[in-house]
């Protein structure tokens, strides 16, 4: 990643994500070994309970597998050139929705999508817009309580010609002052959320890196009984053809 200009320390902080970098190439593959196993495991003779707590196992190793994934994409992208595209966002919602829906309800959570009468359309890369997606998805089930509902809403800016899609989620409340602080902070290295003391702030780190890619954003809306992490990126002028 290149180090941002005038950044005290910033050969301290690319440093430090070179290390993350590195741990995660290695992670790859123990972490694809416990899901294989599992895997051997779940089409075995094993009780009902012991099904459940196998199943646990295979989903929690693949939101780690995405972890890890995101974060080495992440350490390429200043070498790469992301084709930008129009996408209807509530499609892809729904296809990451189907793939999601085993793991939220091993959780005891369920995930939906807010249905729009008129599709909108923005301008992104599917895979980085997936991975944001998929990233905002893990945190929320992460801190959401068991029993809720997580959302994707998808919502069209006009003043800023831009589409938001964010994802609500039913976890602790964020200070208001909080996401002000941290997005100034973002752009140089993963910070921790205080509101939520067991995120490193890794995952925001990364969507935010995947978002500037496309020339978008990432952000929050407080709630008093959660938090809406969200992507804005630039309206499709062909909605207009809808």
């Not at 992440?74 to 992301?82: E, I, V, Y």
């Not at 369920?110 to 997936?130: F, I, Y």
């Not at 938001?164 to 997005?183: C, E, F, H, T």
């Amino acid at each position: 990643m290149k180090k941002s200009e005038g950044l005290a320390g910033g050969d301290i902080v690319i440093h430090e994500v070179s290390s993350l970098t590195a741990a995660a190439h290695e992670l790859k593959s123990p972490l694809a070994l416990v899901r294989q196993l599992a895997l051997q495991l779940e089409s075995s003779e094993v009780t009902d309970e012991q099904r459940r707590l196998v199943q646990q196992i295979t989903l929690t190793s693949e939101r780690a597998l995405r972890l890890t994934s995101d974060l080495t994409r992440s350490a390429r992208l200043d070498d790469a050139l992301f084709e930008l595209e129009p996408l209807n966002p509530e499609q892809l919602c729904k296809d990451i929705v189907a793939e999601l829906t085993p793991l939220f309800e091993a959780h005891g959570r369920s995930l939906a999508v807010t249905h729009r009468t008129h599709p909108l359309l923005l301008v992104a890369n599917r895979d980085l817009l997936r991975r944001i997606i998929m990233n905002f998805s893990d945190n929320a089930l992460y801190y959401s309580q068991p029993g809720t509902a997580v959302h994707m809403q998808i919502q069209a800016l006009k003043k800023s010609g831009t589409v938001r899609v964010g994802i609500r989620d039913y976890g602790p409340a964020l200070s208001a002052d909080m996401w002000r602080k941290l997005q100034k902070k973002l752009t140089h290295s993963p910070q921790s959320v205080h509101a939520r003391p067991q995120s490193s702030g890794l995952g925001l780190f990364i969507a935010s890196q995947f978002a500037e890619a496309m020339q978008g954003t990432i952000g929050a809306t407080r709630h008093r009984d959660g938090a809406t992490f969200y992507v804005e990126l630039q309206a499709s002028r062909q909605l207009s053809l809808l």
